[in-house]
């Protein structure tokens, strides 16, 4: 079988591309139904973009490389599009979109594109051998248990990165990249929660509260939630992808208010209560319960000095933590790393050394915060390609 375009992957990226890459566009993909990560995504929902979109809330070797694509097809595009099909949405904080009613309106709406663009869908075919005579590239597949090759003029990757690979989630798209000599980045966990490797926040399990976590230089404002292995909630996943195997992360467990102001304030004021009540008022309960030891948290608030005061608050703005991993490709939102772009056109997402060959989506090395910054990138990076291999 001879087709124009052959994408692999029909995920966020491979299905926005096949929507614009005009006719003639096979979609393959080995799952049983397209578009499973959009499903899940979001608590069900799918955040779908975020208002605030910018080059900035994205993790790169060369953090100029995704400006093009998000410059070419915006947040405000794809919020146009959900319009046109009358999905009804809603932002929930911090810019972030979400379907009024279901992921699925958005998995809906990209097949309802491209049928429209006339692109043909595979499910559950399974991909073989993928060879390139210079001019066309072949692709062995088996699908219902036979054989079938397709040659096509050009080859998009939307194959995904490693998280969840009970989703289906392969390195495939990091093969391909390295077959044909593109480097690739090496891939790890993002957005992921860290583990630590005693059970000390065991007995915190559940807890959540609001902190600023830095890794890397990079902090983040929003929850931290305490789990039976370490550390987990969207402040904790924002840093993951800046944190390292080995290095620290400092938890700021009072971001918003002038602590040291406050205790002193109360000091005056509530003298007589002990100091575990008074820190209980800004903190949960059973966190001050569990730093207690570590802090030595005794007496009424009157006891203590300023200088005691300053320490105290020290150790809480600035409470650093070595977290021995985290849980891995088993339950990380995305990848971080993948194929290099320095390999690539920012403009069109083509190899730069092997003409027709397109890598888009999360299979490249970039990564988008928290927020629904991945699927504009891949709605971004899908769409790129799709124009230019449309005009080509
Ligand atoms: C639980 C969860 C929730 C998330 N929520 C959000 C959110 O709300 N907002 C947001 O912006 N991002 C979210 N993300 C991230 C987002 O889902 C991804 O960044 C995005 O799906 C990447 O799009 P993609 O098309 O590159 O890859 P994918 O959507 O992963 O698609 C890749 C496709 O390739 C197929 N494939 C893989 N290997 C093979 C192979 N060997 N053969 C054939 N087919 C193959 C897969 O089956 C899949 O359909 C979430 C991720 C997870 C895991």
Same mark, same amino acid.
């Given at each position: 079988?001879?087709?124009? =375009? !052959? ?37 069900? %929902?799918?955040?779908?973009?975020? !208002? ?12 100029? +490389? ?9 947040? #405000? ?15 929930? =904080? ?42 066309? +590239? %072949?692709? $062995? ?25 009970? $989703? ?35 007995? @915190?399990?559940?807890?959540?509260? &609001? ?8 902090? +983040? ?35 918003? $208010?002038?602590?040291?102001? *406050? ?12 100091? *575990? *009540? ?8 059973? !966190? ?20 005691? @005061? ?5 150790? @809480?703005?600035? #409470? ?5 991993? &985290? ?21 069109? $997402?083509?190899?730069? &050394? ?15 915060? @928290?927020?629904?910054?991945? +699927?504009?990138?891949? #709605?971004?990076?899908? #769409? ?9």
């Amino acid at each position: 079988m001879k087709v124009e =375009t !052959l994408i692999i992957g029909a995920g966020a990226a491979g299905m926005m591309c096949a929507a614009h890459a005009g006719p003639g566009a096979l979609i393959v993909d080995h799952a049983k139904a397209p578009g499973e990560k959009i499903r899940i995504s979001g608590g069900g %929902r799918c955040n779908f973009t975020n !208002l605030h979109t910018s080059p900035a809330n994205f993790i790169s070797q060369n953090r100029h +490389f995704c400006k093009s694509a998000l410059g070419r097809y915006t947040q #405000w595009d794809f919020i146009d599009l959900v319009e046109q099909h009358g999905i009804p949405w809603h932002e929930k =904080t911090l810019g972030q979109l979400f379907c009024d009613t279901t992921a699925r309106d958005i998995i809906t709406m990209l097949q309802a594109e491209m049928d429209k663009a006339g692109a043909q869908l595979w499910l559950q075919t399974d991909v073989g051998e993928i060879s390139h005579d210079g001019s066309n +590239f %072949r692709v $062995m597949f088996s699908r219902d248990g036979r054989a079938t090759t397709v040659t096509a003029r050009n080859l998009v990757v939307a194959s995904g990165g490693k998280s969840i690979p009970k $989703m289906g989630a392969t390195g495939l798209g990091y093969q391909i990249a390295q077959q044909f000599g593109l480097p690739v980045i090496t891939p790890r966990p993002g957005l992921v929660p860290l583990t630590f490797s005693d059970d000390r926040f065991k007995p @915190l399990a559940g807890v959540a509260t &609001s902190a600023r976590v830095t890794a890397n230089g990079t902090s +983040f404002d929003e929850a931290i939630l305490f789990t039976h292995r370490g550390l987990s909630g969207p402040a904790v996943l924002q840093a993951s992808s800046y944190w390292h195997e080995g290095e620290t992360i400092s938890v700021n467990l009072s971001p918003k $208010m002038n602590l040291l102001g *406050t205790l002193q304030r109360q000091r005056q004021a509530d003298g007589r209560k002990a100091l *575990t *009540t008074v820190l209980g008022q800004h903190l949960p309960t059973r !966190l001050v319960d569990h730093l207690g030891d570590e802090l030595d948290l005794q007496g009424n608030i009157a006891d203590q000095s300023d200088l005691r @005061l300053q320490t105290l608050c020290d150790a @809480l703005e600035n #409470w650093t933590l070595t977290p021995g991993g &985290s849980e891995g490709y088993r339950t990380a939102e995305v990848t971080l790393g993948g194929v290099d772009t320095d390999a690539l056109s920012s403009k069109t $997402m083509g190899a730069k &050394s092997v003409r027709g060959l397109y890598f888009i989506g999360e299979c490249v090395d970039v990564t988008g915060w @928290l927020g629904g910054y991945n +699927f504009q990138w891949a #709605w971004s990076s899908g #769409w790129a390609a799709g124009r230019e291999i449309a005009k080509s």
